[in-house]
C-alpha cells in the first residue's frame, strides 16, 4: 500500500490526494482563471486572506456558539492552504481524522438513526428558536434567558442540522455503499476458466 494510503473500516483510501467533499474552487477552474487574472494579485492575496481568518475566527466562535465550527475552521484552513504551506500541513490530520469519524459514523444503523434524529432535532430547535414563541409560565429564569440570540441563532441551528444531514448522507454513500460494494467484490470467489 502506498504511503499517502490508509485502511479505514476495511478498504483503502487516499489521505492526501482524495477531497473530503467534491469540492471545486474558483481559482482551480480555467473559465474562472481568466477572471481572477483581472484582479490584482495583491487585492486576492488580502481577499483570500479576510476569508481564510473570517472563516477561523468564526468557526471558534461557533465551537461555543450554535452553528458548525469545526467545519468553519476547516473551511478557513482550505482557504488559506493557497497560500500557505503550513494550513496544508494541518488539512492532512484533520481530513484524515474526519474520514475515520466519518467512516465509524455509517458503520451501524443505530448511528445512522441517531445522526438523522440530531440533525432533525437540530432542524426542530432551530425552527422554534426562530420562531420565538413567548416566554411560558414555568420557566424558573429571566425573561432574557429564554431562547437567547433570537432568530440568528435559531437559523444557524436549521443551517447546522441541514449540514449534519448533508454530511450524513455523503457518508452514507461513501462509506456505506461503496464499502458494501467493495465488500462484496472481495467476497464472491473469482470463477477460473
Known sequence: MPANQARIHGFSCLLASEPI??????????????????IPPWLRRVGIE????????????????????????????VVLSVHYVWAKHLLVPIKVQALRIAAKEVQTWPRIIAGAFGGCGLIAAGAVWA????????????????????RVAGLTLIASGLI????????????RLRGTAWRRRRSTPRRRR
Open 21 to 38: 467533499l467534491p469540492l471545486r474552487l474558483p481559482w482551480e477552474d480555467e473559465v474562472m482563471g481568466n477572471r481572477l487574472d483581472a
Open 50 to 77: 479576510l476569508l481564510g481568518w473570517l472563516l477561523i475566527v468564526v468557526g471558534i466562535a461557533a465551537l461555543v456558539l450554535p452553528g458548525p465550527g469545526l467545519l468553519a475552521i476547516a473551511g478557513g484552513l
Open 131 to 150: 420562531a420565538s414563541p413567548p416566554m411560558p409560565g414555568w420557566w424558573p429564569f429571566g425573561e432574557q434567558w429564554w431562547l437567547p440570540g433570537g
Open 164 to 175: 449534519a444531514l448533508l454530511l450524513l448522507a455523503y457518508c452514507f454513500h461513501r462509506f
